[in-house]
């Protein structure tokens, strides 16, 4: 009797635990196969240049996890188009309001210009384009050489410091081997006041770029350098004359008198007291 009660107390012991094995089995293949829910987000369908508008065949709808959000994602074509781009895109990447210039902004380069400045092109070469290490987003200062008015030689003046190279010719994102290019035209960024400097420096003489690291924003006094100072030879000065006393032999000192002239006559007489 014991035997045939422990028999079936196993059997429904085996039971159970199948059961719930096989729930259990039931609900972890079900999460496994569920599908994560989505949104539809707008993207690039191809890789976009900054600067480029925005047009339907180069954007396409594709979809995001709901549990990832996006700020500033959009969701039809007819949201972002004729608008620009300020920074590249690849493709598939999400079109986002950070990356697109401000409505009526314009394409190409003006919507990399911020509100206030200027940008403005310098004829470049080999030596002035820093040996084709120039791309955009270097930061430069501008060097002068001319003859002044006031000095018979010519001098070399820093007008400009800290500035931001816009394009190299006409790229307007920096290859990203960081391989050196000779290019013809720089375009810089610059305050209007700074940008009549840089028209002005043109015409006067010959214009040099300083390449300086991005991190470093000082802006040291820099005094001009003469021809005469290439040398670094220190000019003597020029000897103060010296001067030496000279001792002279006293002069006995003549007594004081008085001289008296009498004249009586015929007599004439001098006198002296």
Known sequence: ???????????????????????????????KTAAPRTIKVLAAAQPLDAGSPLTAEKLKVVDWPESMPLQGAFAKPEQVQGRSLIYPVNPNEPILETDLAAPGSGIGLSVKIPEGMRAISVRSNDVVGVAGFLYPGSHVDVLLTYRPDATPTPLTQTILQDITVLTA???????????PETV????????????????????????????????????PVAQPVLVSQLGNEVTPATPKPHLVAVSRPKQPRQPEYYVVETIAGEKHSIEKF
Do not use: C
């Not at 045939?4 to 259990?24: D, E, M, Q």
């Not at 010719?169 to 391989?179: A, F, R």
């Open 169 to 179: 010719g006409q790229t307007l994102e920096p290859d990203p081997k960081g391989k």
């Open 184 to 219: 013809n035209v720089v375009t810089l960024l610059l305050n209007p006041r700074d940008a009549q400097k840089m028209v002005l420096a043109t015409q006067q003489g010959s214009i040099q770029f300083l390449l300086r690291n991005g991190a470093d924003q000082q802006r």
């Open 1 to 31: 009797m014991d035997v045939r009660r422990l028999s079936l107390a196993l059997l429904i012991a085996l039971v159970l635990s199948g059961g719930a094995t096989y729930l259990l089995y039931s609900h972890l293949r079900g999460q």
